[in-house]
């Protein structure tokens, strides 16, 4: 089985910035693709980065339009570990951040897509 746990969530102003981080446990993922999901109040859980192997030695690096320029994901195998870089944070990224995967190749967008989720952690942006 894989577990996901999110950390470096917290409060930050406008203008700042934080790294989440994904630490993954149990069974090995190295195909997987890992991603970030975030959710508002009220609002539907949206996509936000995806990092994706394709196969081969082809990779992916995903963003949603919003978060395009500002945040940027990564991924340490030897740690398994996911990242999520965010900079230039605005109110409307406040949100519960999730980190996501599957075993699966290809490129993923959607919730139904993930088989595995962490637990979630809050992102909270000050004006």
């Known amino acids: 089985q894989v577990q996901l746990v999110e950390s470096g969530g917290g409060l930050v102003q406008a203008g700042g910035s934080l790294r989440l981080s994904c630490a993954a446990s149990?069974?090995?993922?190295?195909?997987?693709?890992m991603a970030w999901f975030r959710q508002a109040p009220g609002k539907e859980r949206e996509f936000v980065a995806a990092?994706?192997?394709?196969?081969?030695?082809?990779?992916?690096?995903d963003y949603a339009d919003s978060v395009k320029g500002r945040f940027t994901i990564s991924r340490d195998n030897s740690k398994n570990t996911v990242y999520l870089q965010m900079k230039s944070l605005k109110p409307e990224d406040t949100a519960v951040y999730y980190c996501?995967?599957?075993?699966?190749?290809?490129?993923?967008?959607?919730?139904?897509?993930?088989?595995?989720w962490g637990q979630g952690t809050q992102v909270t942006v000050s004006s």
């Open positions: 149990g069974r090995t993922f190295s195909m997987y693709a």
């Open positions: 996501a995967a599957h075993g699966r190749l290809g490129r993923g967008f959607t919730t139904t897509e993930y088989d595995y």
């Open positions: 990092h994706s192997w394709g196969g081969g030695i082809v990779y992916y690096a």
